[in-house]
T-cell receptor, first 115, second 117 residues
Framework: AQSVAQPEDQVNVAEGNPLTVKCTYS??????LFWYVQYPNRGLQFLLK??????LVKGSYGFEAEFNKSQTSFHLKKPSALVSDSALYFC?????????????FGGGTRLMVKP | DTGVSQNPRHKITKRGQNVTFRCDPI?????LYWYRQTLGQGPEFLTY????????KSRLLSDRFSAERPKGSFSTLEIQRTEQGDSAMYLC???????????????FGQGTRLTVV
C-alpha cells in the first residue's frame, strides 16, 4: 500500500522569503505525485503534478516541486512567499497503473506567511 | 460554474438519523470519488465510480454508508444511523480518464461538513 508523509505540521516563513514544504512517499513501482492547497472553507485546489519527464515541475501561483526518486521525495517550493499563500497544503500519491486513480494523501502542512 | 458542486454545504443531524449528500461532477468527467476529511487530517478515500459503476470501496466505508451514481452523472452518499464518529468533511472529486492511465488530476468540490450531535 502507498503512503505519504509530510513531516512538518506547520511551516512559518516571512513574506518575500523562499518556502519549502516537504513530502516523502512510499509506493510500489513508479508514482504519480500531486500537490493540492486548501484554503479555509474551500475545497482542495490542484497546484501541480509529476507524471514523467523533467523532475522539476511548475504549477499554479508560482509554485514548483522537485521529484527525487532516490530520496522518494516531492518537495513543494516557491522562490518568494506571499501572505496570500498561507493555507493548508497536501501532497498526494498514486501508483502508475492504478486503475482507479485514487489518491493517497499526506496529513497536510499548514503554511503561515507573515508580513 | 463548471466546477464540482456539493450539496448541502453543511449538515447538522442527531445521532441515529440518516443523511444524504449530493455531488455534481464536472460534466465531461467519467470518474467520481468520495473522500472523508477529519480535522487536522488529509482526505481519506471512500469510494470511486467510473460512469455508473462503483468499482472500489475503502474498508472505511462501513455497511451504514452507501453511494450511488445512477446515470453516471451526479452521485449521492448516504449515511444511515449516523454516529458522532461520522462527523467530518465529505469531499467529492471528479476526473477524466486521461490519455495515459492515471495521469489526470482530480478536481474537488467544496465539501459537505457533517456534524452529528
Amino acid at each position: 500500500a502507498q503512503s505519504v508523509a509530510q513531516p512538518e505540521d506547520q511551516v512559518n516563513v516571512a513574506e518575500g522569503n523562499p518556502l519549502t514544504v516537504k513530502c516523502t512517499y512510499s509506493v510500489s513501482g513508479n508514482p504519480y505525485l500531486f500537490w493540492y492547497v486548501q484554503y479555509p472553507n474551500r475545497g482542495l485546489q490542484f497546484l501541480l503534478k509529476y507524471i514523467t519527464g523533467d523532475n522539476l515541475v511548475k504549477g499554479s501561483y508560482g509554485f514548483e516541486a522537485e521529484f527525487n526518486k532516490s530520496q522518494t521525495s516531492f518537495h513543494l517550493k516557491k522562490p518568494s512567499a506571499l501572505v496570500s499563500d498561507s493555507a493548508l497544503y497536501f501532497c498526494a500519491v498514486r501508483p502508475v497503473g492504478n486503475a482507479g486513480n485514487m489518491l493517497t494523501f499526506g496529513g497536510g502542512t499548514r503554511l503561515m506567511v507573515k508580513p | 460554474d463548471t466546477g464540482v458542486s456539493q450539496n448541502p454545504r453543511h449538515k447538522i443531524t442527531k445521532r441515529g438519523q440518516n443523511v444524504t449528500f449530493r455531488c455534481d461532477p464536472i460534466s465531461e468527467h467519467n470518474r467520481l470519488y468520495w473522500y472523508r476529511q477529519t480535522l487536522g487530517q488529509g482526505p481519506e478515500f471512500l469510494t470511486y465510480f467510473q460512469n455508473e459503476a462503483q468499482l472500489e470501496k475503502s474498508r472505511l466505508l462501513s455497511d451504514r454508508f452507501s453511494a450511488e451514481r445512477p446515470k453516471g452523472s451526479f452521485s449521492t452518499l448516504e449515511i444511515q444511523r449516523t454516529e458522532q464518529g461520522d462527523s467530518a468533511m465529505y469531499l467529492c472529486a471528479s476526473s477524466s480518464q486521461g490519455a495515459i492511465w492515471g495521469n489526470t488530476e482530480a478536481f474537488f468540490g467544496q465539501g459537505t461538513r457533517l456534524t452529528v450531535v
